[in-house]
């Protein structure tokens, strides 16, 4: 993720002086660039506006998406059409937080980086590259209103005499499932202590699925 980010500075200026780009949080308050929202919540709107000033005109403007904590839902449109002097475009942009099998609890609390890039034509006809990249901060709270269970169940799959290397030898699997209900919080390890009658000869450990929380 970006480091060395001062959100309370950031500005709207871009690398030509006619066009200005904010990216925002809060559709009353363009300085809002930072949040804290439950990880759960699904209102979340980025707002990023683009205003052209003083002449000219911008085209083929996009936004592309850097290092980020948070997925942008399905179908939002990430391109402005033609921007003319003395006019601004705004896109709404809902974005939810990232959470699938495996979770990086670096992703709870970290600054999100957004591109805008496209092409100015200033009053004299001449053709500018524009790229200006900002930054916006997501804390994901893990807030729960509910009792949420911890899962741990286990089965034997194998239990049975066997020969093995011209000897009789009990054969015993277990099946052990773990986890939290859901998936809700991310689990950073877990230890599983299992006690047996008899102290086995040997005893192999794999994982047939995991899914981590990491």
């Given at each position: 993720?970006?480091?060395?980010?001062?959100?309370?500075?950031?500005?709207?200026?871009?690398?030509?002086?006619?066009?200005?780009?904010?990216?925002y949080l809060s559709q009353s308050d363009k300085s809002q660039n930072t949040i804290t929202k439950d990880i759960n919540a699904g209102d979340i709107i980025l707002y990023a506006q683009v205003k052209v000033q003083n002449g000219g005109v911008l085209?083929?403007?996009?936004l592309s998406i850097g290092e980020r904590n948070f997925n942008i839902k399905q179908g939002s449109e990430l391109k402005f059409d033609?921007?003319?002097?003395?006019?601004?475009?705004?896109?709404?942009i809902p974005i939810e937080a990232i959470k699938g099998e495996?979770?990086?609890?670096?992703?709870?609390?970290?600054?999100?980086?957004?591109?805008?890039?496209?092409?100015?034509?200033?009053?004299?006809?001449?053709?500018?590259?524009?790229?200006?990249?900002?930054?916006?901060k997501i804390t994901w709270d893990l807030e729960v209103?509910?009792?949420?269970?911890?899962i741990l169940e286990q089965s034997i799959i194998t239990n049975k005499i066997m020969q093995i290397e011209g000897a009789r030898k009990r054969i015993v699997q277990l099946?052990?499932?773990?986890?939290?209900?859901?998936?809700?919080?991310?689990?950073?390890?877990?230890?599983?202590k299992i006690d047996v009658a008899v102290h086995p000869e040997d005893v192999v450990v794999s994982a047939i699925r995991h899914k981590s929380n990491k």
């Open positions: 993720m970006p480091v060395g980010i001062n959100l309370l500075n950031q500005t709207n200026n871009t690398n030509v002086d006619n066009v200005k780009f904010d990216l085209n083929e403007a996009t033609t921007i003319v002097s003395g006019q601004s475009s705004i896109l709404e495996k979770f990086n609890l670096g992703l709870l609390n970290s600054v999100s980086e957004i591109t805008l890039k496209g092409k100015y034509t200033n009053n004299e006809g001449e053709e500018v590259e524009l790229e200006s990249t900002k930054n916006i209103e509910e009792d949420i269970n911890a099946l052990v499932k773990s986890g939290m209900e859901r998936s809700i919080f991310p689990v950073k390890q877990s230890i599983l």
